[in-house]
């Protein structure tokens, strides 16, 4: 088996020897103190006192502004202490970069060569594009786009790939980990430039997609992948407030509470290059499809033949195969970014080195894990699958992947859909020069054929539980780089009232405040117990509601994961505003006999299951077994403060459904004005996994 960590200390000790930060031999057991630069001074002054590096690069710094309001520098900036990991370019690589974009100055906006007539509007740009705001050596960080974004919101990200460590995977790192007193350099020989380009556009470059590039401006889809900024004033409000949300009563006796400080929308594109669509082997039709009319053809077998021809037509099959293709929200293949399609890599740390939110220690690698994204065709999810549990696949991403009960992998094959299954998610496919981030998403290849078959996914992929962690409920927190983004001075963030589409506050809006609490630490069986570290939660008198995932059709129990505390209030949930069921006081203890909550230990199976059984006929379902919460494997099923409310049964339908909750507290407590509601996580269940004594959910 590959070596990951072996592997990255060789690479580092390699580029440390090769640049001279070291006079040691190459070995793996290098000792820490002889690992890295240390200079003890701020990255600003060590950049200046090595002009005959740097010197280009702090031009640039003092060039560039923190803020459009603001007239400090970046250079000042990193004059202060604080955090940050700076990708500093060489001299060389600047006036690289230079002399390329001076050669079509009416695009770039750069006439020169000579670093001193750069404009500070794009003098900003570059430096904000090289400046992460908290500190990250390269032995600490895992392949992949690092946990925190760059000043300009774009991912950075870290790759071994080629035998070296490259950034972007186009910089090669020439001197590491450069350790001064507030953060850490990495040299760098080639200046970061993401790309500017929609999605759309970045598709039709590449002459691997021809087809799909096709497809998607015949289709007319280039339109809506042309989005980007849905508000643009809402930079300038937030701006204008200093980030801050200062005038709520709520937020203050909360603490601080930050707005996001953009509104955007992101795509996540799988496509299916011309090399596998011309493979007659790869459909069940046999046929080489080559042309935009193969693709219908195709397409036709599942959406049907309507609007033959009219591509553009919201009902031609071509142009539904497409909007499958397209995910509503920017996905990163390794869920160490800030919205992966998987959380995986992710750590934060807490009080103590016992304690933190860990992926890789909270979600043991003894379950899959699993998400489920909806797509651009109407009323459809799109599974992604990490299948730990199936060494065949493992390591890989899987679309679609039909497991049983939800947790243990079965590959699934209904007639025709054979040759669609397994379709996994190739990382990078092998384009010389290929970039798969663009401005407004990301793009990501895949090997098989994708197509929604609605038989096959109510009757086999979707028919298990289904979990949603409260953060992947809303694309919006995905898209504008909120979602277990790493902030070590912002945990909180507000949600203003129509933030998102699928969160509405009712009645009025400032006796609702909508918080998201990002992944700080778990906090074992005596603290607050999370899914995937993060939660949200609303105080004041509130009364809001959202937009539950778009199902198929059918029968189904939802049920609502919660922390016990004595902060909470007492909730009224409703489902398409309707009462369910008495409201519920989230204060109450999980051993109050109105729940029924047991300790498992020194039972047997039978006793479990039957104290299981009168849990549930009370509304109630302990935490799931698959989350632990600390290093001695106590699980959240363990843990008396992690509750599931069953919320009830409900034919849904096509179409939206909202869920709904309402503080109907009569006496809040004394010196307080206001009381919380938490969310972990949302299960939708079908009834017949629930119903089937032969294959009983399991505790996962």
Not at 534 to 559: S, T
Request: charged content about 25%; overall charge negative.
């Amino acid at each position: 088996m590959f070596n990951f960590k072996f592997f990255k200390k060789a690479l580092v000790c390699a580029t440390l020897c090769i640049s001279g930060v070291i006079a040691t031999s190459c070995v793996d057991d290098i000792p820490e103190e002889n690992r890295f630069t240390w200079t003890g001074e701020l990255i600003s002054t060590y950049l200046e006192k090595n002009p005959e590096q740097y010197s280009s690069f702090v031009t640039i710094l003092k060039k560039a502004n923190i803020s459009k309001k603001a007239q400090s520098s970046l250079f000042k900036t990193l004059s202060t202490y604080g955090s940050y990991t700076c990708f500093a370019p060489t001299n060389d690589a600047i006036y690289k970069f230079l002399e390329e974009q001076s050669a079509n100055p009416e695009k770039t906006g750069v006439y020169s060569t000579d670093v001193e007539q750069l404009d500070d509007s794009i003098a900003t740009e570059i430096a904000k594009n090289h400046i992460i705001e908290k500190a990250y050596k390269t032995i600490d960080t895992p392949d992949g786009p690092f946990p925190k974004n760059s000043m300009n919101r774009r991912t950075i990200e870290l790759s071994t790939a080629t035998g070296a460590l490259m950034i972007d995977k186009t910089s090669k790192i020439i001197e590491l980990d450069i350790e001064t007193e507030n953060g850490v350099i990495q040299a760098i020989d080639k200046v970061l430039n993401p790309s500017d380009k929609k999605i759309h556009e970045q598709i039709i470059q590449y002459k691997e997609f021809r087809l799909f590039g096709e497809a998607i401006m015949a289709t007319g889809l280039d339109e809506m992948l042309d989005l980007y900024k849905i508000d643009p004033e809402y930079e300038n409000l937030i701006e204008d407030h200093g980030g801050k949300l200062e005038s709520n009563k709520y937020v203050k006796a909360e603490g601080k509470a930050y707005a996001p400080v953009e509104r955007r929308q992101r795509y996540t594109v799988l496509i299916e290059p011309d090399e596998l669509l011309a493979d007659e082997n790869n459909n069940h039709l046999g046929i080489k499809i080559l042309t935009i009319e193969d693709l219908e053809k195709l397409a036709q077998e599942f959406y049907g033949t309507e609007a033959s021809g009219d591509y553009k037509n919201p009902k031609n099959a071509l142009h539904q195969y497409m909007l499958y293709h397209i995910i509503d929200r920017q996905l990163f293949y390794q869920g160490s970014a800030p919205g992966g399609f998987i959380m995986e890599n992710f750590y934060v740390g807490g009080k103590d080195e016992t304690a933190g939110f860990s992926s890789e220690t909270n979600l043991p690698r003894t379950f899959d894990r699993c998400d489920y994204f909806e797509t651009m065709l109407p009323y459809t999810l799109i599974k992604v699958t990490r299948p730990f549990t199936n060494p065949a696949l493992s390591g890989e991403l899987v679309l679609n992947y039909a497991q049983e009960q939800g947790t243990y992998c079965t590959p699934g094959n209904i007639g025709k859909m054979e040759k669609y299954m397994n379709v996994c998610v190739i990382e990078e496919p092998e384009i010389e020069d290929y970039n798969y981030i663009a401005l407004n998403g990301t793009i990501y290849t895949i090997n098989k054929i994708l197509v929604y078959n609605e038989d096959e996914m109510t009757g086999n992929i979707l028919n298990e539980r289904m979990r949603w962690d409260v953060s992947s409920l809303f694309p919006e927190m995905t898209n504008n780089l909120l979602r277990w983004e790493e902030n070590s001075t912002n945990k909180t963030t507000y949600l203003p009232d129509g933030y998102s589409d699928r969160l509405v506050v009712n009645g009025v809006v400032d006796n609702t405040v909508i918080l998201y609490l990002r992944p700080t630490e778990s906090v074992g069986l005596g603290g607050y117990p999370n899914y995937m570290g993060d939660e949200l939660l609303a105080l004041g008198r509130y009364d809001f509601k959202y937009r539950i995932p778009h199902v198929p059709p059918g029968n189904y129990e939802i049920r609502f994961g919660y922390s016990v505390s004595n902060l909470r209030a007492i909730t009224q949930f409703y489902y398409d505003g309707k009462v369910c069921g008495i409201p519920i006081d989230m204060q109450l203890g999980s051993k109050d006999p109105l729940i029924g909550w047991f300790e498992d230990e020194g039972l047997g199976e039978d006793v479990i299951k039957e104290n299981d059984k009168a849990m549930r006929n009370r509304g109630y379902m302990k935490g799931p077994a698959s989350c632990v919460l600390n290093k001695n494997d106590d699980s959240m099923r363990k843990s008396e403060l992690a509750l599931r409310k069953i919320v009830g049964t409900f034919n849904i339908t096509k179409g939206d459904h909202w869920l709904r909750f309402k503080n109907v507290t009569e006496n809040e407590k004394s010196g307080e004005n206001y009381l919380q509601f938490n969310q972990d996580y949302l299960e939708i269940v079908p009834t017949s996994v629930i119903s089937n004594p032969a294959k009983p959910e399991d505790q996962n």
